[in-house]
């Protein structure tokens, strides 16, 4: 079966500081894998989207990046993080275009 | 560009009791999906719908698609306390591009 895994659970950074959030995705092949951003209590925001290795679409202009150096791997990237930047981060997959995703548990991000 | 606006944005709902959010889109949609963030969790996908008209059920939970494909609801029958949780709907457009709405907050009380 296929699993998600995203890391660290938790992160408290100050503001300027490099970001890296990682998300590997286990018992499938060629997903397609997101980054969303979820602001307290409110809905989700797609930040970056992935069809395959190296091509990465970006949907929300800012300080982040995102990369994909392996078919199963997605990072989430800052040089300099704001505090606008902090909350809830998702990484998640689906196999197919038009199908349910499948989200992991999520990175909690404060940036102080 | 697509929006997609549920209603109402809080549900207080007595245990035993049915409630139905909605989900309304801007544009014609491909597809919606629901799913289900647990307080402290990351969503859970919980349904995809794609024909015009379609209703699936899962349980307790009925899903419908609008006829024009804009518009979706989620209706809870007989509320239970492990319902509580934000409902999201999605509405598929363009290219995987899911647009989600801002959820649904059900907060249930015994």
């Known amino acids: 079966s296929q699993t998600i895994h995203q890391w660290p659970a938790t992160l408290v950074q100050p503001v300027g500081s490099p970001l890296s959030l990682e998300c590997t995705v286990e018992g499938t092949s060629n997903p397609n894998l997101y980054w969303y951003r979820q602001a307290a209590g409110r809905g989700l925001q797609l930040l970056f989207y992935?069809?395959?290795?190296?091509?990465i679409s970006s949907e929300v202009p800012q300080n982040l990046s995102a990369s994909r150096p392996q078919d199963r791997q997605f990072i989430l990237s800052s040089k300099k993080l704001l505090l606008s930047d902090s909350g809830f981060y998702l990484c998640?997959?689906?196999?197919?275009?038009?199908?349910?995703?499948?989200f992991g548990q999520g990175t909690r991000l404060t940036v102080v | 560009g697509q929006q997609v606006m549920q209603i109402p944005q809080y549900q207080h709902v007595q245990e035993g009791e049915d409630f139905t959010t909605y989900c309304n889109s801007s544009?014609?949609?491909?597809?919606i999906q629901w799913y289900k963030q647990r307080p402290g969790g990351h969503p859970v996908f919980l349904i995809q719908l794609v024909k015009s008209g379609e209703v699936k059920k899962q349980k307790r939970l009925t899903f419908q698609f609008g006829e024009a494909k804009k518009n979706s609801s989620l209706h809870i029958t007989a509320t239970q306390t492990t319902d509580v949780g934000t409902y999201f709907c999605?509405?598929?457009?363009?290219?995987?591009?899911?647009?989600f709405g801002a959820g649904t907050q059900v907060v249930v009380t015994p």
């Open positions: 998640a997959w689906s196999l197919t275009r038009d199908v349910g995703a499948f």
């Open positions: 999605a509405g598929g457009g363009s290219w995987g591009k899911l647009q």
């Open positions: 992935s069809v395959g290795i190296g091509q």
């Open positions: 544009t014609t949609l491909s597809n």
